[in-house]
């Protein structure tokens, strides 16, 4: 699924990666950790197709298309409502069944009731509970999860751990985060950076 070597990104004189040599088959959890300023978001940003790397070579075994890109900005648009949100990104997916599986996400996410509320007025776990709908909508192969549990309470980490319990063998998952112990009996893999 990703296959990296030597792979390294530089910004300016600054370097954030540097010869990094990956291997991540299909349906495989790789745990990412690492400091703050490690490359972890870099690592993911590469993966996902959003950073060119300067030195080595990187090769991501799906189309952009199928990949599930989760920031640690939600990228939703505050001035829509999060139904609004979910039913432009599925338009732009080509969701099959887009209503349905927006209306699954929202009520799986504890969002149902606020879905015709601006997201300007969602609290910033709602933003990333919405963010998560977002990332899932459209069944991606390969899930790129950059701190995902960031902004959750705890009933909302409850829902996205059961969300990763049931895609973890199911889907391609690389997961960067400063909570490993959560989220260590799914990997299959882990990579610490320094």
Known sequence: MILARRLGRTFGAKRVLG??????AEREVLLVTGPNGSG???????????????????????????????????LVYRELSG???LDLYGRLYRVPERRERIGMLLERFGLWEARRQPVSS?????????ALC??????????LLDEPYAGLDEAGADLLDAELAGLSGERTLILATHEPDRVAHLATGRLALA
Not at 19 to 24: A, E, I, K, Q
Not at 49 to 63: C, F, Q
Not at 122 to 130: D, E, I, K, N, Y
Not at 134 to 143: C, K, N, Q, S
């Open 83 to 85: 139904l609004e949100n």
């Open 40 to 74: 972890k978001s870099t690592l993911l940003a590469l993966c996902a197709g959003l950073l060119a790397p300067t030195e080595g070579e990187l090769e991501v075994g799906v189309e952009r298309g199928q990949i599930g890109y989760l920031a640690h900005e939600p």
């Open 19 to 24: 010869g990094l040599d990956l291997h991540v």
């Open 134 to 143: 977002r990332t899932l909508l459209h069944e991606p192969d390969l899930l």
């Open 122 to 130: 969602f609290s910033r776990g709602m933003q990333q509970r919405l």
